[in-house]
């Protein structure tokens, strides 16, 4: 039997504020355990929750970039459920009336655009952290993640393999670092995904049962996570078993997924609006305030790059994966806006590729936006070749003479001969050595033409305009 797999993506994207949802505590990645868990979080008697501003901005950010609707009022609920990590007994979230309701994110497919819609974004506080390792036959608990302020965004099951679902969660993650609600430090736990995973019959309309796979931090993972369980679920059905819903954990290290605890239904956290929060009630004014905020989103600039640019979908696609990227690009495009095309072929080659090598973000790129423009300026007006160009790329990356391309050129000698006299007396000497060249050549051997190419190109050290090189050489031999 033919299967579909059937895929719903839950990610956790922590919000970039200073402090906690509903106290002043810092959410600082990396200090000692529990030294930033203060009473509201630690859920002492008599301490109330105070909502923070800034949470709520972010959240209404993102539901403007997905063309969502803003609910107002919102309601937070208390889910009830017990876990050593969790000190009140429950977690404040929403259920009923979300912040953020519907929308959609467009995902890029090859050449295929994809629609992934969402259902809901909604807000909630972090639980703390058991800690397993350090503790001998014990658990230890670190609260200072108790009370981080988390938007829950969930999409529909639209997606129907795991190439699809790690592409949809690329594009999120990019999103709510573009519009700068989120770091999406996946290490640090700031953007976590839980995979809604069920397989069906082909052709079926129908969902099969699904399982949840828990905390998922890479997009590797969560490509193998998603491909094991869809595997797993598919042997069961053939062999004439039924899947159980349940949670379930991705083992990285055995490449397998593993059974955490029966899945919960909405009933079973007992979900009811919290008593000490007041309705949210946000007003048009206050979401026409933050689409002032809202930066030009990853859509509309690719859109304006195919047309303003003249590039390919594709580049456009690449150049906005990040808004440094993008904005590193339109830095360098403007100091040479007629050559925008060789700007994108370059940050999409040399420069992505080095970045990789390194391991850093464009954002640490050791070359500046206008230090890039100037080198592609040197190839452009025929200073450089293309190919010495990597040359003087890479000393302007290990910081030689402060990374300035015309130093580098000046002091290395490596401009571009493009004298047509000196290249026409170089050439008529490459002839009169080379005869038996000259006669395969006019024989229709085309191989005999690039050798007479590479002697003029050595000769020169490279520095012959190559296409100069070219019409003179074809001119000799008509």
């Avoid at 504020?17 to 859920?43: M, R, W």
């Avoid at 080198?375 to 040359?391: H, N, P, Q, V, Y």
């Amino acid at each position: 039997m033919q299967w579909e797999i059937v895929i719903g993506l839950e990610v956790h994207a922590q919000l970039s504020t200073q402090s906690k949802i509903f106290s002043g505590a810092s959410i600082a990645y990396g200090a000692i355990p529990n030294t930033q868990a203060c009473e509201v979080d630690l859920a002492l008697p008599g301490v109330l929750p105070v909502l923070n501003k800034g949470v709520v901005e972010r959240a209404i950010k993102l539901g403007l970039a997905v063309g969502a609707k803003i609910n107002s009022p919102s309601i937070f609920a208390r889910k009830n459920y017990f876990y050593p990590d969790l000190p009140k007994g429950y977690q404040i979230s929403q259920y009923e009336l979300p912040v953020v309701e519907g929308g959609c994110i467009k995902v890029q497919m090859g050449e295929v655009e994809k629609t992934v819609r969402l259902t809901r974004a909604h807000l909630e506080e972090d639980a703390g952290k058991s800690l397993h390792k350090d503790f001998h036959g014990m658990t230890g608990i670190d609260l200072n993640r108790a009370g981080t302020p988390l938007l829950e965004i969930v999409s529909e099951p639209d997606m129907r393999s795991s190439a699809e679902a790690v592409i949809y969660a690329k594009t999120l993650h990019s999103l709510v670092r573009w519009i700068g609600i989120c770091d999406g430090n996946m290490q640090e736990g700031s953007f976590r995904c839980d995979a809604n995973v069920s397989v069906r019959p082909k052709g079926s309309d129908k969902l099969g049962t699904r399982c949840e796979v828990k905390n998922l931090n890479s997009f590797r993972f969560l490509e193998k996570a998603i491909e094991f369980e869809a595997k797993r679920q598919i042997e069961i059905l053939e062999d004439g078993g039924v899947v159980r819903q349940e949670t379930r954990l991705y083992d990285a290290d055995r490449n397998e997924t593993r059974t955490m605890r029966s899945k919960e239904e909405a009933h079973d956290y007992r979900y009811f609006p919290d008593p000490d929060l007041m309705p949210l009630e946000i007003s048009e004014a206050w979401i026409n305030k933050v689409k002032q905020m809202l930066p030009e989103l990853p859509e509309a600039r690719r859109n304006r790059y195919v047309t303003a640019f003249d590039l390919p979908v594709y580049d456009a696609i690449v150049l906005t994966a990040t808004r440094e990227m993008a904005d590193f690009f339109e830095s360098a495009v403007k100091q040479l806006p007629s050559q925008a095309k060789l700007c994108a072929n370059w940050i999409m080659g040399e420069v992505s590729g080095r970045l990789n090598k390194e391991g850093i973000e464009i954002s640490d790129c050791p070359i500046s936006p206008g230090q890039f423009a100037t080198l592609l300026e040197r190839i452009s007006d025929g200073t450089i070749s293309g190919k010495t160009a990597k040359d003087v790329f890479d000393s302007m990356w290990h910081g030689e003479h402060d990374g300035n391309a015309d130093v580098i050129i000046e002091n290395k000698g490596l401009k571009q001969i493009s004298d047509s006299g000196e290249i026409e007396k170089l050439i008529d000497e490459i002839l009169i050595a080379n005869p038996q060249q000259v006669e395969d050549y006019r024989g229709g051997k085309e191989k005999a033409f690039n050798s007479l190419v590479g002697q003029v190109m050595k000769a020169t050290r490279g520095k012959a305009n190559p296409a100069q090189v070219n019409t003179i050489l074809k001119q000799k031999l008509s």
